[in-house]
């Protein structure tokens, strides 16, 4: 292998020109604005808050992980929007941290800065992650952090590194099922260069796969003992029709590889102009360059192989991004040249300038739903409903039962104390939900709250909901909702409290 950049200490230039200062930064304010802006949650916030009420191998269709850190940080911060922000917006930094590691093993500050800061020019991670995601923020730290360890293993072997590296495998299989493919297609592509199979293959190697299986194990125990339940939602969004031909499966797939890629390579010729094309691949590594093209080109071969052999039609950019988000590193180590090109400076400020407009736009983000006519989960006056329920009688320590479970989740937030629940799918039974918290809430000496909200709840929810308890009049609450435009109708609630002295 040609001798590539090792990591230096930053330049003794001022702390705001730090890459380092303005992570901190911006991830300090995404946290204030997220906390600032409403108290209610989104919908894998929602997710969370329900799901760390108790600790399990697994949660639905979704590994663990990450329910286990939001878990770790609410026993220190409580269910809160800010223990949900904390989380989020330090793994999202962690991510770019890890990416700019990994790019220092190849170029120098300012290209490791492009290579890490040009995934926010990616929507599923730039703007989508801070929008409302979880699992994907995780699965893109770890990805990164592969990369990373693997490029040091590839300059020098080390078995603390192989050790390492099978730690971050087996975390990120935790963190996304979806993490298995990198993984595969990191390991093939690796061992086809010359070079970095001789790496991977030196002292020490064995770490790797020791580690990684001894961190995946118990969960892959639960996991064969709970496949449908892992694997049923993950198929259904994945939209699997034989039938429908091949068309509407690769057209997904370019949409999905275009909303990752495009405005990134879109800003980066605008920035770089002729000099993009013009300048010659001469890469920082030949046999990283090697590496790179062959892991992209078997991402690229497996997705194709989702669509041709298993009927995939349906590609979310979320799901693409993790697979992807090496490609800006990719394309700066092959033309390293670029980094001391005079335009790069324009790229620097497009990187700022949009890191910008991120942050204020997830500001303003329910003002726009409200200025649309629509509502968002954000939208939902959350401080003034529980008040509402305090006042209407419910001790914030009965069983809540909520109609979706961002009405639960919005809930737990208000009320920490209580255990919150959604019972809303017709296909699981909502008559049997309810009636076994009504079982556990007596048995417990607690009350049962029943709450629905007007603009997200199953057709006949408490007709079902009412058919196995006590039977309680359905009473209302009409609160305004916040940042909306004038005329817009106010949020409609729903509400059974029964009260421990009246078990349902």
């Not at 946290?31 to 916030?45: F, G, H, M």
């Not at 990283?288 to 690229?300: K, P």
């Not at 071969?301 to 041709?308: H, N």
């Not at 629905?452 to 006949?460: K, T």
Request: hydrophobic share 50%; proline share 7%.
């Amino acid at each position: 292998m040609t001798a590539t950049t090792a990591p230096r200490a930053f330049s003794s230039s001022p702390v705001w020109a730090h890459p380092l200062f303005w992570l901190v930064f911006f991830t300090l304010a995404h946290i204030a604005v997220r906390v600032a802006v409403s108290p209610s949650v989104k919908w894998d916030e929602a997710e969370q808050i329900l799901w760390t009420q108790q600790l399990s191998m697994g949660y639905g269709s979704q590994p663990p992980l990450y329910t286990w850190l939001q878990w770790l940080v609410n026993q220190v911060l409580g269910p809160t929007v800010l223990s949900l922000s904390v989380l989020k917006h330090s793994l999202l930094a962690l991510t770019y941290a890890f990416m700019y590691l990994a790019a220092r093993e190849l170029l120098d500050e300012r290209g490791a800065f492009w290579a890490s800061a040009s995934m926010l020019l990616m929507p599923p991670l730039g703007w989508y992650s801070v929008r409302d995601q979880t699992h994907t923020v995780l699965v893109a730290a770890m990805v990164c952090a592969a990369w990373w360890l693997l490029l040091r293993i590839v300059r020098k072997p080390r078995s603390l590194d192989f050790a390492l590296l099978g730690l971050v495998c087996g975390l990120g299989m935790l963190a996304k099922y979806s993490f298995a493919l990198v993984a595969v297609a990191m390991l093939v592509a690796a061992l086809s260069v010359r070079t970095t199979r001789s790496a991977l293959l030196s002292h020490g190697w064995w770490w790797a796969p020791i580690v990684g299986l001894l961190v995946v194990l118990p969960h892959a125990v639960w996991l064969f003992s709970h496949l449908h339940v892992a694997t049923a939602e993950t198929i259904q969004k994945m939209n699997i029709q034989p039938e429908a031909g091949w068309g509407q499966g690769f057209l997904s797939l370019v949409e999905g590889v275009a909303g990752s890629l495009l405005l990134w390579i879109l800003i980066a010729l605008w920035a770089f102009r002729a000099n993009w094309w013009r300048t010659p691949v001469t890469p920082a590594s030949p046999a990283m360059h090697q590496m790179f093209m062959r892991f992209l080109l078997l991402i690229m071969l497996a997705l194709a192989g989702m669509v041709l052999f298993a009927g995939v039609t349906n590609f979310k950019g979320r799901w693409i991004l993790p697979l992807l988000c090496v490609a800006p590193l990719a394309a700066f180590a092959a033309r390293p040249q670029l980094q001391q090109d005079p335009r790069g400076g324009r790229y620097s400020v497009t990187i700022f300038v949009m890191a910008v407009i991120i942050l204020v736009s997830a500001g303003l983000r329910p003002w726009f739903s409200g200025l649309r006519g629509g509502v968002d989960e954000l939208n939902h006056p959350a401080v003034e409903l529980a008040q509402e329920l305090s006042k209407m009688g419910y001790d914030g320590l009965g069983t809540i039962v909520a109609s979706d479970h961002m009405l639960g989740g919005m809930l737990r937030v208000r009320f920490p104390q209580a255990f919150v629940d959604a019972c809303r799918s017709p296909e699981i039974g909502i008559p049997q939900c309810v009636a076994d918290h009504a079982e556990r809430s007596r048995r417990a000496g607690k009350g049962l709250l029943l709450v629905s909200r007007a603009d997200r709840i199953a057709p006949g929810w408490w007709e079902q909901a009412l058919s196995r308890v006590a039977p309680q009049p359905v009473r209302s609450i009409d609160l305004p909702f916040h940042r909306v435009r004038e005329g817009t109708p106010f949020a409609h609630y729903s509400y059974v409290w029964y009260p421990p002295a009246k078990q349902p």
